[in-house]
């Protein structure tokens, strides 16, 4: 031990001056030289007994942490790369800057403005999909069912539109902002009529197609017609500036589609526009925990933990609330149509949503 930590002294003294890429390089090769050798000390051990005690378990942690490391170095494009040893379960998102830590998840009641639920989850989480576990979370914490979401652009995702509003899944309305359609002169997959029995798409010039491949993310099918087709077809200015080599159009049509036609509709609908008036309450829970509760950083390791310390903060938040409200109104006040919003943020910087609830 003692001889590994006068290695590293001379490893950090030699490099000091160096450039960063070299100061890394020499770290990693010192790191891999450890890693071989207590490998070896692995191997020498045997397997884990039954019960392993405290210092194995710890020994063989340690030892996973160093091979995802070196792993991470030797694959830096990878993705979830460890950032920090000492909480190697924080990770790296982005939110207008990149942050190492942890994403915050919160649930607000829109009438009283109370939080309802909290999860968290690493930096690099996915928010959208998250708004399923944190409203399942809201429902049996509070014994209520959700009856609709008012959720910001991150929300426009197919899969998330499908899990929260299908019968089978959730069946709650979600209210999202439909991205701004784009202008294009050419016709749009739209205009290409699905016909999902037989798998073929006709295009608006009449030719169809059957050849397609899956889209590398799974939300759809990507339909390419042939190039003949495509050059005999009246209508194909409309489809293409200009006439590929090889092939003809490509369209996609989406598995979600009927989701993203429903959401679009409903945000035409007065309903749409008084729910999106609510949805500003929940800044305000955010910036009290932002603003006043340092709620940009955390100041423990280790996803429990902080987990813990937003539970508190929470806590403290839902106390203010709560006096605020005695003393506007002498008493609780009497509750309109129960309605809720919930907000998910990271230490840096929000996106936003809400939500309607009606007791269960």
């Known amino acids: 031990m003692a001889t590994d930590e006068a290695e590293a002294e001379v490893v950090r003294q030699a490099t000091s001056d160096r450039p960063d890429t070299d100061r890394l390089v020499a770290r990693v090769t010192h790191l891999r030289a450890i890693v071989t050798w207590v490998d070896a000390v692995q191997q020498a051990l045997g397997p884990l007994p039954v019960s392993p005690d405290m210092v194995r378990t710890r020994f063989e942690a340690a030892l996973a942490l160093a091979h995802r490391v070196l792993a991470d170095r030797d694959d830096p494009d990878t993705g979830d790369q460890v950032q920090s040893v000492v ?29 309802t639920a909290l999860n968290l989850l690493p930096g690099n989480g996915d928010e959208a999909r998250e708004a399923q576990t944190l409203l399942a979370a809201e429902e049996r914490a509070q014994g209520h069912a959700v009856a609709a979401v008012s959720i910001d652009g991150m929300g426009w995702n197919g899969e998330v539109l499908r899990a929260l509003s299908a019968p089978e899944g959730m069946g709650i309305e979600v209210y999202v902002p439909p991205p701004a359609p784009a202008e294009t002169p050419w016709f749009g997959p739209e205009a290409f009529v699905l016909d999902a029995p037989q798998g073929v798409v006709t295009c608006p010039g009449g030719p169809q197609t059957a050849t397609k491949e899956r889209r590398a993310n799974h939300t759809g099918w990507k339909f390419v017609c042939a190039r003949r087709q495509c050059a005999g077809c009246p209508r194909h200015a409309r489809c293409l500036a200009t006439l590929p080599q090889k092939k003809g159009r490509r369209v996609i049509k989406n598995d979600y589609q009927a989701e993203y036609d429903a959401a679009r509709a409903r945000a035409t609908t007065p309903g749409y526009a008084a729910v999106r008036q609510q949805h500003p309450r929940v800044e305000r829970q955010w910036a009290d925990i932002v603003r006043y509760h340092d709620g940009r950083r955390s100041r423990y390791r280790g996803p429990w933990r902080v987990k813990v310390q937003y539970l508190l903060t929470g806590l403290v938040v839902n106390v203010k609330r709560m006096v605020k409200l005695l003393d506007a109104h002498g008493a609780q006040p009497a509750r309109q149509p129960a309605s809720s919003s919930w907000e998910r943020d990271k230490d840096v910087a929000g996106t936003h949503a809400g939500h309607r609830t009606q007791p269960s």
Do not use: F, M, Q, W
């Not at 942050?99 to 607000?108: F, K, P, R, W």
């Open 87 to 115: 909480d190697p379960d924080a990770r790296c998102g982005k939110h207008g800057a990149y942050v190492d830590g942890y994403l915050l998840d919160i649930s607000v009641d829109a009438d009283s403005e109370l939080l």
